[in-house]
């Protein structure tokens, strides 16, 4: 019954339960917990706030000091199997000590199967975040994430919180029903910052056709309702899914459909000259709405090696937005590698894009390229050496260009029997 747990959703699609929270290059690892301490330097920092002469404040050039803990692996039971994925970290600056903070993320996963045809799913993400570049590698890459490296525009602290619960209904050995939903809500400190609170339903039927395909459809309603901007929207998606094992260790998945967005709320417009002339004012407040259709889908071909996994991505659809875009189109390419060494060392790389364009909002599109590196090398069993790069760059057409990264050396206690990795 075990064995089933891990794939009755059929090759290529992962539960949104424990799903592959925890694991290390594809594989699942035990339960293992980490602390370290590392020497920063982080360039580039967006805080929220402009100087004397209106222009946005960059602070570059920060020395500092970093503590960090965490525990992360997998868990599995008779019935049942638990994913991890935790991390805390304290800085503290030679200068400008009012950047100093904490920052944690959590990604907490856990599937029960209540009967032969009965399983259960239960996630839990939440955090709060400070800077955006230095917890590139931190953030989750998982495509039901809510928080993704593009939704943390400005280095200033958000706090999150993704609760998700979906019923799995094993209808036969080939059919799978499923339905379920989560709530959610982002809080951003800063006051020019917006908010969101909202809820997400969904049902989905699933059918191996074979050995190694599966065909799926389903349906998904998401409410993102922002109180500072006086607005909210509904979206509608509608999609297929096509996933199959193309060998022993290659999988790729394809999600194809469309969602309707309907949004509502605020804008500032110009208004005529002879109004201007009356009033003494150049522009006013006024409502909007705006009911539109959008393709999405998503990619998906994930390579898995002995000790390593090899994964690229694309993904569009919507997003809750940053907190100056607000419903969003997202559109996302990622790629990963990550290497889990026998003995000594431990490798992983990620990398992507993003672009949000603003639904109703008439904003210029924000785009975002990112990259992160870490490397680890076990000098004995609970003691590991590590170096880490992270590295982010903001676009907005004409009006914003910003660069900003961290780099990182540390040392790090963490027993067990395979060199420390961080993702």
């Known amino acids: 019954m075990t064995a089933q747990i891990s794939n009755y959703l059929g090759p290529g699609i992962l539960s949104r339960g424990a799903g592959d929270i925890g694991t290390r290059a594809g594989q699942d690892v035990d ?22 002469k209106g222009q946005l404040v960059t ?16 868990h599995t039971f008779r019935h049942a199997r638990l994913g991890l994925d935790y991390q805390g970290a304290y800085r ?23 009967s032969r045809r009965l399983v259960f799913d239960l996630r839990q993400m939440a955090g709060m975040i400070t800077q955006g570049a230095s917890l590139v590698g931190a953030l989750p890459l998982m495509t039901d994430s809510l928080v993704t490296p593009a939704s943390t525009l400005f280095d200033n602290r958000m706090s999150y919180l993704q609760s998700s619960l979906d019923v799995n209904f094993l209808k036969s050995d080939r059919t799978t029903v499923t339905f379920g939903g989560e709530g959610f809500g982002i809080w951003r400190k800063a006051t020019g910052l917006i908010g969101m609170q909202g809820y997400m339903l969904h049902g989905a039927v699933t059918h191996r056709v074979s050995r190694r395909i599966t065909l799926g459809l389903g349906y998904q309603h998401s409410h993102y309702d922002y109180p500072k901007a006086f607005g909210e929207s ?40 002879q109004i201007a002339a009356l009033l003494g004012v150049t522009s006013t407040v006024q409502t909007f709405y705006q009911k539109s259709m959008f393709p999405q889908g998503s990619v998906k071909l994930d390579r898995k ?20 875009y607000l419903t969003s189109q997202l559109e996302r390419e990622t790629a990963s590698f990550s290497y889990t060494g026998i003995r000594k060392w431990s490798f992983s790389a990620q990398g992507g894009y993003s672009q949000l364009k603003g639904i109703g909002q008439g904003l210029q599109p924000y785009s975002q390229i990112i990259g992160t590196a870490r490397v680890t ?47």
């Open 377 to 423: 090398y076990s000098i004995t069993s609970p003691i590991h050496v590590f170096v880490g790069y992270d590295n982010r760059h903001q676009d907005i057409v004409s009006t914003f260009h910003q660069n900003s990264f961290r780099a990182s050396v540390g040392i790090s206690f963490s027993p067990g029997d395979v060199p420390l990795s961080f993702h």
């Open 31 to 52: 339960l293992r917990f980490f602390v370290n301490a590392t020497g920063i330097y982080d360039n580039g920092l967006q805080p929220y706030s402009v100087d004397g």
């Open 234 to 273: 509904d979206i509608n998606a509608y999609y297929g899914t096509w996933a199959a094992q193309l060998s022993r260790n290659w999988t790729l998945s394809l999600n194809a459909g469309a969602f309707q967005a309907e949004v509502q709320g605020l804008q500032r417009v110009s208004v005529d000259p």
């Open 305 to 324: 090696f002995r000790r390593a996994d090899l994964a690229f991505g694309y993904q569009r659809g919507v997003s809750a937005g940053n907190g100056v």
């Open 59 to 74: 602070v570059n050039g920060l020395w500092g000091t970093q503590v960090s803990f965490g525990a992360y692996g997998v």
């Open 92 to 114: 503290h600056y030679t200068e400008k000590t009012f950047y100093d903070g904490t920052d944690h993320t959590l990604a907490l996963g856990y599937t029960y199967q209540k």
